[in-house]
């Protein structure tokens, strides 16, 4: 495997490392340690440079040490990313991003791996109804590159999406560490935990109408954070389980702190700011 490109930049690299964007995609993120949200963005960008090693540089610069180049640059607030390739600005923005809108930024810029482009068509294919070219597309993918776990997670995902519950709990169970404690693999975990719950459940229209006889039902409460959660609305979600918290905090030994802290993983990439939030709740409820 390739090595992942991470650097600081100081003044006196500053030129070396400009140059290299005539043949890489250089990402420089300013950020200061005791910005939160600057801290979060280097991790978020660190794993996708280990991710997606030697395809793009990741350049760093701790505007508390550098605040003379940050201002050459014109960045006045951290996070604060800029995009170089062949000598040009080919983007920036402020503020925490996803890893999902750091990776739209850079898809433009870097060469893609064949892997990816057999998870995309195989994707494509799942999407149109074509279930068993898309396995055999994840198939191929999984020879072009054994390393890349995101092909088997797809696979994990579409058991899902097919009601292969079973299935879709013995692939993940047999993936590596990796691949299970990757943000991905966070998310399918979740949505394993939450497809579970609704198993276990009444059905929706039983769940709503004895939360209308009683809205503190406990079982009610947990059913319906799960449907949320599988339906699209995790704030809605986390919401419920909070209440159900405060309703009964021991329900079925703990399992409501455990599926907010399953939530919470579900979501850091994608809405880290609800779950910044929602932690500090928990942590008030708790203490």
């Given at each position: 495997?390739?090595?992942?490109?991470?650097?600081?930049?100081?003044?006196?690299?500053?030129?070396?490392?400009?140059?290299?964007?005539?043949?890489?995609?250089?990402?420089?993120?300013f950020?200061?340690?005791?910005?939160e949200?600057?801290v979060?963005?280097?991790?978020?960008?660190?794993?996708?440079?280990?991710?997606?090693?030697?395809?793009?540089?990741?350049?760093?610069?701790?505007?508390?040490?550098?605040?003379?180049?940050?201002?050459?640059?014109?960045?006045?607030?951290?996070p604060?990313?800029?995009?170089?390739?062949?000598?040009?600005?080919?983007?920036?923005?402020a503020?925490?991003?996803t890893?999902?809108?750091y990776?739209?930024?850079?898809?433009?810029?870097?060469?893609?791996d064949?892997?990816?482009?057999?998870?995309?068509?195989?994707k494509?294919?799942?999407?149109?109804g074509?279930?068993?070219?898309?396995?055999?597309?994840?198939?191929?993918?999984?020879?072009?590159?054994?390393?890349?776990?995101?092909?088997?997670?797809?696979?994990?995902?579409?058991?899902?999406?097919?009601?292969?519950?079973?299935k879709?709990?013995?692939?993940?169970?047999?993936?590596?560490?990796?691949?299970?404690?990757?943000?991905?693999?966070?998310n399918?975990n979740?949505?394993?935990?939450?497809?579970?719950?609704?198993?276990?459940?009444?059905?929706?229209?039983?769940?709503?109408?004895?939360?209308?006889?009683n809205?503190?039902?406990?079982?009610?409460?947990?059913?319906?954070?799960?449907?949320?959660?599988?339906?699209?609305?995790?704030?809605?979600?986390?919401q419920?389980?909070?209440k159900?918290?405060?309703?009964?905090?021991?329900?079925k030994?703990?399992?409501?702190?455990?599926?907010?802290?399953?939530?919470?993983?579900?979501?850091?990439?994608?809405?880290?700011?609800?779950v910044?939030?929602?932690?500090?709740?928990?942590?008030?409820?708790?203490?």
């Amino acid at each position: 495997m390739s090595q992942a490109y991470i650097t600081d930049i100081t003044k006196e690299n500053l030129q070396e490392i400009l140059s290299h964007s005539a043949k890489l995609p250089l990402l420089i993120h300013f950020w200061e340690p005791r910005n939160e949200e600057s801290v979060q963005a280097n991790t978020i960008l660190e794993k996708l440079a280990t991710e997606m090693a030697g395809q793009f540089i990741l350049a760093k610069i701790n505007v508390g040490q550098q605040a003379e180049m940050a201002g050459h640059f014109g960045v006045q607030e951290v996070p604060y990313y800029k995009l170089a390739f062949q000598g040009e600005i080919a983007g920036e923005a402020a503020g925490l991003q996803t890893e999902q809108a750091y990776w739209d930024l850079l898809k433009g810029y870097v060469k893609q791996d064949p892997s990816e482009e057999l998870r995309a068509q195989a994707k494509q294919a799942f999407a149109s109804g074509q279930f068993d070219l898309a396995v055999k597309l994840l198939g191929e993918a999984a020879k072009t590159d054994p390393n890349n776990f995101k092909v088997h997670l797809d696979l994990v995902l579409m058991y899902l999406q097919t009601g292969h519950l079973d299935k879709a709990k013995d692939l993940f169970s047999k993936l590596p560490e990796e691949a299970q404690l990757s943000p991905e693999g966070k998310n399918i975990n979740g949505i394993l935990n939450f497809s579970e719950a609704v198993g276990e459940s009444d059905d929706i229209h039983t769940i709503q109408q004895k939360l209308a006889e009683n809205q503190d039902d406990p079982d009610a409460l947990y059913g319906l954070a799960a449907y949320l959660v599988l339906n699209g609305h995790p704030e809605k979600a986390i919401q419920t389980l909070f209440k159900l918290f405060i309703v009964d905090r021991n329900y079925k030994d703990g399992i409501t702190q455990k599926s907010l802290l399953k939530l919470f993983d579900m979501l850091a990439e994608s809405n880290p700011q609800l779950v910044n939030a929602s932690r500090r709740k928990l942590q008030g409820l708790l203490y």
